[in-house]
């Protein structure tokens, strides 16, 4: 018994000395009146803290705010990429067309040349049987009535040919004429069609790298404040920090009296606990639960995992297509920066493209126009596998929503496609739902 006591003496002189040793004596503890004195300097600190973090939340705000403008005008260069390859194409089918009309004009212009010729020859042999159409002078010289009536009949007869020759080479001439003019419209209406998409995609191209510029000098004026800022805070904790700031050793008091009550009721429950485990058993390890395999036998399903299986690819604005990830194009700011026009990748509409070619349904490579691909559904009602937009007209980021507040995107240059929880700032109310 007195054994026993020993070491239940033992075991508590060791907690305790235990926690002479974890805890140190308790610092200065400064009155009242001696806080209140030291107390302007911090707070003036503070207050400059505040200001600066006011002016850094509106600089970030803004900076935000200019990198969706940067995402929308890319969106918009991608848009003018999609209509200049559309007028392209249009161009090509109009060159085709007016060659197919220039090859009937110059049909309509033999037939003429053709029916000319007829004519003249008509002409000819006319003048050589001694008559002129519409002249009278073929019935001078007639020797008999019955001269003079052969002569008139004949006179009719040439007279007939040599006007439905004649309206002949008109119609002829006329059709060509048409055939020509149809050529020379449809080639300027093509031309008409690339100018017009070449000064879109110039212009679109422009407005990008306004945004890049503009972001680009948001972020080194946001820098600069934050700078700043962390210059005064460092003068606020060196100021709290002081021997002098009786402010700080009041809270490191506090301080000191929370860390001494945790450490006792650390030994506490240490005593407790090893009591306990001396009495009890370890418990029975427990069964992990299996889960249930998710479902991928639907089109949406299909979706998803097309667009899962990409995560961890690099992005690369202008990249991706029906097939996978592709080179991404220049823009001549921040994706060049990044080099993404050297990498194999996505970027948000690209993405989208190739996930729902899966399930037999092809977007273009805007997602401005992926918005309007489908039906508009509540946002409060979005559903796994439908569209997520942001910015005006959805032109800005695109993501598809993959259930439980979750979505997958390719979300900027430097990024790679991930699971992502929704973001709710600059949202469109609309989701799009195709399947």
Not at 235 to 249: F, S
Not at 289 to 310: F, H
Not at 328 to 340: I, L
Not at 380 to 386: I, K, L, R
Request: with cysteine; hydrophobic share 40%; proline share 4%.
């Amino acid at each position: 018994m007195l054994t026993r006591l020993s070491a239940v003496v033992a075991v508590l002189t060791a907690i305790l000395t235990g926690t002479a040793a974890a805890v140190p004596p308790p610092p200065p503890n400064p009155s009242d009146a001696e806080i209140s004195a030291s107390r302007a300097e911090a707070d003036a600190k503070a207050a400059r803290v505040g200001e600066l973090t006011g002016r850094l939340t509106q600089a970030e705000s803004r900076l935000q705010e200019l990198q969706d403008d940067v995402s929308y005008k890319r969106e918009l260069a991608n848009k003018a990429r999609v209509d200049l390859q559309t007028a392209i194409s249009e161009v090509e089918a109009a060159r085709r067309e007016a060659s197919a009309a220039r090859v009937q004009a110059d049909a309509a212009a033999k037939a003429v040349e053709e029916s000319r010729r007829a004519l003249d020859e008509f002409a000819a042999a006319s003048y050589a049987q001694g008559s002129t159409v519409g002249s009278f002078s073929a019935y001078f010289g007639a020797k008999s009535p019955e001269d003079l009536l052969a002569r008139a009949q004949l006179l009719e007869a040439v007279s007939s040919a040599g006007l439905n020759q004649l309206e002949q080479v008109t119609r002829d001439q006329g059709t060509a004429a048409n055939l020509d003019a149809t050529a020379r419209a449809a080639v300027r209406k093509a031309d008409a069609k690339q100018a017009a998409a070449d000064e879109a995609k110039k212009v679109a191209d422009r407005a990008q790298q306004v945004a890049i510029e503009a972001h680009t000098a948001q972020a080194a004026a946001t820098a600069e404040l934050q700078a700043g800022k962390d210059a005064v805070e460092r003068e606020l904790v060196a100021a709290r920090g002081d021997v002098t700031g009786l402010e700080a050793q009041r809270r490191q008091y506090d301080q000191w009296v929370e860390a001494k009550k945790r450490e006792d009721e650390e030994n506490a429950r240490r005593a407790a606990a090893a009591a306990a485990a001396a009495a009890q058993s370890a418990p029975a390890p427990q069964r992990p639960i299996a889960a249930a395999p998710a479902s991928s036998g639907s089109r949406v399903q299909t979706v998803i995992n097309r667009a899962l299986a990409q995560r961890g690819v690099i992005y690369a604005w202008g990249g991706g297509d029906y097939d996978g990830p592709t080179y991404g194009v220049r823009d001549g700011g921040v994706a060049d920066e990044y080099g993404d026009y050297r990498k194999i990748g996505f970027d948000c509409s690209g993405l989208m493209m190739y996930a729902f070619a899966g399930a037999g349904v092809y977007l273009p490579h805007y997602s401005g126009y992926q918005y309007n691909a489908g039906r508009k559904v509540p946002l409060s009602q979005m559903a796994p596998g439908d569209m997520i937009f942001w910015g005006p007209g959805g032109g800005t980021h695109v993501a598809l929503y993959i259930g439980a507040g979750m979505m997958v995107e390719a979300p900027e240059s430097g990024s790679v496609v991930r699971i992502a929880p929704v973001r709710y700032g600059g949202i469109m109310p609309y989701v799009t739902r195709v399947l």
